[in-house]
Nanobody, 122 residues
Framework: QVQLVESGGGLVQPGGSLRLSCVVS????????MGWYRQAPGERRDLVAR???????NYSDSVKGRFTISRDNAKNTVYLQMNSLKPEDTAVYYC????????????????WGQGTQVTVSS
């Protein structure tokens, strides 16, 4: 059973920083891509940032220049460093991962974490 376990959420003042972490419990054939999504109340779940196994990244326009995604392949962990936080960043943040499901790396299986609340408020 694969689990994605997130940590690092909380309450922070505008302009502050938080660092989210997500650990993938097991990956037999490796992890193709990891990312972070967020969902505010009444809104859809949107991509925040993602990173491939070779380190390529992409970000939503709303977080470019403020958030940085990184990963530690040896630890099956992805991080999201969030700086200059704004009230509109308030949401539940979800970790997402595409794991290779075969040794030839032809197919992937997608997994979600349980989510961690980030609240930006004074």
């Amino acid at each position: 059973q694969v689990q994605l376990v997130e940590s690092g959420g909380g309450l922070v003042q505008p302009g502050g920083s938080l660092r989210l972490s997500c650990v993938v419990s097991r990956s037999i054939f490796g992890i193709k891509r990891m990312g972070w999504y967020r969902q505010a109340p009444g809104e859809r779940r949107d991509l925040v940032a993602r990173i491939t196994s070779d380190g390529s990244t992409n970000y939503s326009d709303s977080v470019k220049g403020r958030f940085t995604i990184s990963r530690d392949n040896a630890k099956n962990t992805v991080y999201l460093q969030m700086n200059s936080l704004k009230p509109e960043d308030t949401a539940v943040y979800y970790c997402n991962a595409d794991l290779w499901s075969d040794s030839l790396k032809l197919r992937t299986q997608n997994y979600w974490g349980q989510g961690t609340q980030v609240t930006v408020s004074s």
